[in-house]
């Protein structure tokens, strides 16, 4: 039997070392909840687990991503109904649908109880997350279609393709820095003229580049340029640079 109070004078007896008999004391209590009796019949107890079962039930059901279960001969156990409405030829097909077929194959190769993979569907992508439940000698998973993402990331890597064949076919030196001065970027045209690899000086302060004469004077017009950026200023600036064998171009 179980009891609960909100008399903290009633806690404070119960630990205290007076407490050696609390038989009465217990029946005797205001409670404010109804007494959870654990010995009561075995429907009430079963009533509770059967709502517990029916709650923990309907979270797939409402999922908008598809569900997954099979076991380990690739039966379907299990399709929630986005995964219905996601692959209508999924009963039809089986273990011969694709989604189905990479699970099987991925689990027996993997031998891990957890892995995450993308699978190509025509021209669709869905990423699978598969688990596999040893206790129960079943695989579930669950897919969401990245197909969107995968597009965008797709046209962002071509646009930056695009942006370097552009940024370092020009001729004038171009830099991107940051507002420390650490230099992100340097085109191809100021690299071979200064006779430089990119790794020695990306990820540098940019007046540390060896291919300035005045380092010290390019440093306080760089500050300056970063103090009149918020007031949409920029300032013009002439620097001797070292080329090839230290020859000075202006």
């Known amino acids: 039997r179980y009891y609960a109070t909100t008399s903290q004078a009633d806690i404070n007896f119960l630990t205290s070392d007076e407490a050696e008999?609390?038989?009465?004391?217990?029946?005797?209590?205001?409670?404010?909840?109804?007494?959870?009796?654990?010995?009561?019949?075995?429907?009430?107890?079963e009533s509770a687990t059967e709502a517990t079962l029916e709650r923990l039930a309907s979270f797939p059901e409402l999922l908008s991503h598809p569900v997954i279960e099979i076991d380990l001969a690739g039966n379907i156990t299990y399709l929630n109904p986005a995964a219905l409405e996601e692959f209508p030829d999924l009963q039809q097909l089986k273990r011969q649908h694709p989604i189905i077929a990479q699970m099987i194959s991925r689990?027996?190769?993997?031998?891990?109880?957890?892995?995450?993979?993308?699978?190509?569907?025509?021209?669709?992508?869905?990423?699978?997350?598969?688990?596999?439940?040893?206790?129960?000698?079943i695989i579930?998973?669950?897919?969401?279609?990245?197909?969107?993402?995968?597009?965008?990331?797709?046209?962002?890597?071509?646009?930056?393709r695009r942006f370097r064949a552009i940024f370092n076919s020009m001729f004038q030196f171009i830099g991107l820095l940051q507002p420390d001065g650490i230099l992100l970027e340097a085109n191809q045209t100021a690299l071979d003229f200064a006779g430089l690899k990119a790794e020695e000086v990306i990820g540098r302060p940019f007046w540390q580049a060896r291919w300035w004469s005045i380092a010290t004077e390019?440093?306080?017009?760089?500050?300056?340029?970063i103090a009149l950026a918020a007031e949409g200023q920029f300032i013009r600036y002439e620097v001797d640079v070292r080329?090839?064998?230290?020859?000075?171009?202006?």
């Open 21 to 45: 008999n609390v038989t009465g004391f217990l029946c005797g209590i205001d409670n404010p909840f109804k007494t959870l009796d654990f010995d009561s019949t075995n429907s009430d107890r």
């Open 107 to 137: 689990v027996h190769h993997s031998q891990a109880t957890y892995l995450n993979c993308e699978t190509e569907i025509g021209e669709r992508v869905f990423e699978q997350s598969i688990h596999y439940i040893a206790a129960s000698e």
């Open 140 to 160: 579930r998973c669950y897919i969401v279609d990245i197909t969107q993402r995968k597009q965008t990331e797709a046209a962002l890597q071509e646009s930056e």
């Open 218 to 225: 390019t440093q306080d017009k760089l500050k300056q340029a």
């Open 243 to 250: 080329g090839v064998g230290d020859t000075i171009a202006t």
